[in-house]
């Protein structure tokens, strides 16, 4: 058996005015990172609509390849959607990529195999059975030019092929990397999120080791960075987290000309899956706060899911578990039937009074400050009892993009109702600071403005 440890971080770069990247880490296993394209803050509306409609849909599904496909259509449909509402959003898209564990199947273990991307030496894993529920496979989406790629075994590989003009032109032997990275036409994608009613998605099947490491990024990473450095880098013993800020370093150090989005996956020995060590962590399930009731002495015990509490559940809930619920299990072998339903009805007790604190504690967001960014997180200021905040969305907005005089409030935590409420007040407070600014000095050009004029609307061009 294995988990999944992830690691995320995300930088503007060294050129860019906003970061049109988003990414995504659940502690249900799954992982996005999305590219997103559009003037005024169109990019950052189509990235952000895409992870968040790919991640509610998948959590609605099956854990399968074919429900995360379904998931990535979804995703386009909404950013297509969201693009037909407003004439700024018109002709926005983005790029995507994601990544989850899911259910092996005899069917998809063949199609796995396309590219060589599926392969591992013989003997290394259990034959997967159909339908277990093992949860023993990665399923990869992708759109775009945004890349997913596999370390295994102190190799290297690139499990995506982009979906642009110059990986055309590398295909047909017309130029080769180091040409492709200088194309001038090196930023327009020949496929992508939210441009069309309906899209052709890739699907790639893994069967991963332990042991590997899968690294999802955008364009700002893997055009800076050559495959030599990134295997470099993969190749120390860090976790997930510093190596995916070592590699956003890694970026900026080659020129950082782009937003870097980076999310670092590692297949580690153990059982279930743990939250990841930083990320956007929205609706944290409580998969992993798992009760178990004896049922006899040469019987499995069953696995018993507590309620899950709140809208979107809770994490954190499995260390901070309190200590009397493993109780029953002693006892549920010896004694009735009454007895075993009495222990049940207290589950459902402990159940509903934790939901009810975890909805109180999860049912709202604040915005707060993470290393100088403005963050939204879900929860409280501070937390409630084991509840703690999680990060629901990193922005680009540093504190210098702010008026000062808004720092206090928002060190101590601005309780916002919604995410919604929460991304309105960051607008609110940039377009103040932008306000000032302009009255400060009338002819300093704004973000917006940048970002009018190099929006191209007519076809899939990227900025
Ligand atoms: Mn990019």
Not at 122 to 128: K, M, R
Not at 177 to 199: K, M
Not at 251 to 270: L, P, Y
Not at 454 to 463: E, Y
Request: aromatic share 4%.
């Amino acid at each position: 058996m294995s988990r999944l440890l992830a690691g995320s971080a995300t930088d503007v770069g060294l050129v860019r005015a906003n970061n049109q990247d988003q990414f995504l880490v659940t502690d249900d296993d799954l992982f996005a990172v999305a590219d997103g394209m559009g003037g005024h803050a169109a990019g950052e509306v189509a990235a952000l609509t895409a992870v968040e409609a790919l991640a509610g849909a998948f959590r609605a599904g099956e854990r399968e390849s074919a429900a995360l496909l379904a998931a990535a259509k979804q995703a386009n449909r909404a950013v297509w959607e969201r693009a037909g509402q407003n004439p700024d959003f018109f002709g926005m898209g983005t790029t995507l990529v994601a990544m989850a564990r899911v259910h092996a199947h005899l069917v998809g273990a063949t199609a796995a195999r396309q590219e060589g991307t599926g392969t591992l030496p013989e003997g290394t894993e259990p034959a997967p059975e159909a339908g277990s529920g093992d949860l023993s496979k990665l399923a990869v989406v992708h759109v775009g030019d945004s890349r997913v790629y596999r370390f295994h075994d102190g190799q290297l590989s690139q499990l995506t092929v982009d979906h642009s003009v110059v990986q055309e032109l590398i295909d047909e032997g017309r130029i080769d990397e180091r040409e492709a990275s200088v194309h001038p036409r090196r930023h327009i994608l020949t496929r992508a999120l939210g441009v069309d009613p309906d899209v052709e998605i890739d699907l790639i099947e893994v069967d991963p080791a332990i042991g590997d490491r899968f690294v999802l990024c955008s364009d700002g990473l893997c055009r800076e960075v050559t495959d030599e450095q990134l295997a470099e880098i993969l190749a120390r013993p860090a976790d997930p987290f510093d190596l995916a800020n070592e590699l956003v370093r890694a970026a900026k150090e080659h020129g950082g000309s782009d937003n870097i989005t980076v999310v670092v996956v590692d297949v580690v020995e153990g059982e279930g899956s743990v939250p990841g060590v930083e990320g956007a962590g929205e609706g944290v399930s409580l998969g992993s706060g798992r009760l178990l009731l004896g049922t006899g002495e040469n019987e499995e015990p069953d696995t018993v899911q507590l309620p899950k509490a709140g809208p979107s559940g809770a994490g954190r809930l499995a260390q901070a578990r309190p200590a009397g619920v493993a109780e029953p299990r002693k006892r549920a072998r010896l004694i009735t039937p009454r007895v075993v339903g009495f222990f049940v009805l207290l589950l459902v007790v402990i159940g509903v009074g934790v939901g009810g604190i975890g909805w109180y504690a999860r049912s709202s967001y604040f915005v707060g400050l993470r290393s100088d960014h403005l963050t939204i997180f879900k929860g409280r200021p501070g937390g409630v009892l084991w509840f703690k905040p999680t990060v629901a969305q990193r922005t680009g907005v540093t504190v210098a993009e702010v008026l000062p005089s808004r720092l206090q409030a928002l060190r101590a935590g601005q309780t916002e109702p919604s995410i919604g409420a929460a991304r309105s007040y960051i607008r609110n407070l940039t377009a103040e600071a932008n306000q000032a600014r302009r009255v400060d000095n009338p002819s300093a050009p704004t973000k917006t403005a940048l970002a009018a004029t190099a929006r191209v609307t007519a076809d899939v061009i990227r900025r």
